[in-house]
């Protein structure tokens, strides 16, 4: 069926727009030789071009807002051929960057599945069965090797998880299959639907339990991540549109004041006038006129799409003026102005107030400062996460070094605030410092501590080289980055047992 679909769509899209879009539908049935029972595939293909104005606006600026209704009444269809394109496609590989990335998305949700099972009670756990786990708790297959690496971690000797890798892997091979199912799949449903749509709606459709929302997550990532230049095209032209309309809304409920007689009956340059626009508007304005004053039913379909395009297009000339303006602006100049204030400089008058904050909102948001970016919405990527893993791992053994330097009873006796001041240690450490002290007093691997019980240790971790990040903004790039490692941590006042935090926010920030 869809190949026939695609034949009756390429031959109506060779027409010319016009033909096409004004033939009575039973003519069209004449041409294509068809018989009535088709008639709705054919309506179907021209029916998004038989509205005109704002409802003609509307579903474009919708887009794949309705893939709720797509995913329900289409799902059976939209599944076929993506079945078909993946079993005619050939194998989907990931890059290195992708492989670390899906073993990070594996390892958070092994972490999220032991959690779960802490809050189950180890003696329920630890006497269930794999399957029975499952089956009991909702978890799909697909996570069972998962599962059955929590259920170790939680219910297994430590030593003896961390000496058997064949469990990991084979949990971990297991989990990659499904991501690489959903992936495949994706890709044949392709980019425009798979990035317009929400993550609840991609679950449903790719038939995934709610539990791998990250694994979907992570694979509408990968899919839309080159497209975000035109997707940012694509919201700015609807921006355009959504203000075209918003100030033809607003320019006839001013004009409605002087009364339709008036309006009617007056030339353009006047009702210019009494708006205060300039010429660059005139095409709104008649559009507007013509809105309040023109007969609907006298006006055929064609002349009012017609006329909608020529005034979107002119407003969109007027719009790309004050685009460029503002754009031209510094990004603190312009997203720290007033909005009257905007006004006044760019000589506009109130009722284009939308207009002006619209595109100041969207260049503050579309085309962020970049150092303000790099600041407040630094994202670790799996390469970093490696990073962080071995430096963590490194401080932890250096402050487990220092604290065999003094005496054991004091150190295995003292509360971790203490040890903390006596190492002249930031608060965002104690996690490690915690775990030294376990690996001193405790007896307890750096592996098995680090696997299972101190992911908090590691966020501090993370949590001090960000604060690293930001002292070394306040500071400035120009020392930061031609100062060694060690004349960074003494002009900071920081130990050495900091010099791998330092080292890695150093690499951050400067490379």
Not at 17 to 31: A, E, N, S, V
Not at 84 to 93: M, R
């Amino acid at each position: 069926y869809g190949s026939f679909w695609s034949d009756i769509w390429e031959t109506l899209k060779s027409w010319s727009h016009d033909k096409l879009c004004t033939t009575k539908l039973q003519d069209l049935m004449d041409i294509l030789g068809l018989p009535d029972a088709l008639e709705g595939t054919v309506e179907m293909k021209v029916v998004s071009t038989q509205s005109t104005g704002k409802q003609w606006y509307q579903r474009r600026v919708r887009g794949l807002s309705n893939i709720s209704r797509t995913t329900g009444e289409m799902k059976p269809f939209l599944t076929i051929l993506a079945l078909l394109a993946v079993s005619s496609a050939g194998p989907i590989t990931l890059t290195p960057e992708q492989e670390l990335e899906s073993i990070a998305d594996f390892l958070v949700t092994v972490r999220e599945i032991y959690e779960d099972l802490v809050e189950r009670g180890s003696e329920f756990v630890c006497s269930t069965k794999l399957q029975e786990l499952l089956d009991i708790l909702g978890f799909p297959d697909e996570l069972d090797g998962a599962v059955e690496l929590a259920q170790e971690w939680l219910c297994g000797d430590g030593e003896a998880l961390m000496a058997n890798p064949q469990l990991h892997d084979a949990a971990l091979k297991g989990f990659r299959e499904e991501v690489l199912r959903i992936y495949e799949l994706a890709k044949a449903y392709g980019v425009e639907l798979v990035c317009g749509s929400r993550l609840h709606d991609l679950l449903d459709l790719f038939g995934v339990d709610d539990r791998l929302d990250g694994a979907v997550k992570m694979v509408q990532k990968w899919c839309c991540e080159d497209s975000s230049a035109v997707k940012t095209s694509s919201e700015v032209a609807s921006l355009m549109e959504e203000s075209f309309w918003d100030t033809v809304i607003r320019l006839a409920n001013r004009l409605k004041e002087y009364g339709l007689d008036f309006v009617c009956g007056a030339k353009i340059h006047e009702l210019m006038d009494l708006l205060g626009v300039d010429d660059r508007l005139d095409g709104t304005v008649k559009f507007v006129q013509d809105l309040l004053c023109k007969d609907e039913e006298e006006t055929d379909a064609l002349a009012k799409r017609s006329a909608t395009i020529d005034a979107l297009q002119a407003y969109g000339s007027f719009w790309s003026d004050i685009w460029e303006t503002l754009k031209s602006w510094s990004h603190d100049k312009l997203c720290t102005t007033k909005l009257q204030d905007l006004m006044d400089i760019l000589g506009l008058p109130d009722a284009l107030d939308g207009t002006v904050e619209m595109i100041q909102g969207a260049i503050c948001k579309f085309f962020p400062d970049p150092e303000s970016v790099e600041k407040r919405e630094l994202k670790i990527t799996p390469v970093q996460h490696l990073q962080v893993v071995r430096g963590f791992e490194d401080t932890v053994k250096a402050i487990y070094e220092r604290l065999k330097s003094y005496f054991r009873g004091l150190v295995c006796s003292s509360r971790l605030q203490q040890l903390l001041d006596l190492l002249g240690l930031p608060d965002d450490l104690d996690g490690a410092v915690e775990m030294a002290q376990e690996m001193l007093c405790g007896g307890a691997s750096l592996a098995s501590s680090l696997m299972v019980k101190h992911y908090a240790a590691l966020e501090g971790f993370i949590d001090t080289i960000l604060k690293l990040l930001e002292q070394f903004y306040t500071i400035g790039q120009e020392y930061v980055c031609s100062a060694g490692i060690p004349e960074l941590l003494e002009s900071l006042g920081l130990p050495s047992t900091m010099v791998w935090a330092a080292e890695i926010a150093f690499d951050w920030y400067c490379n």
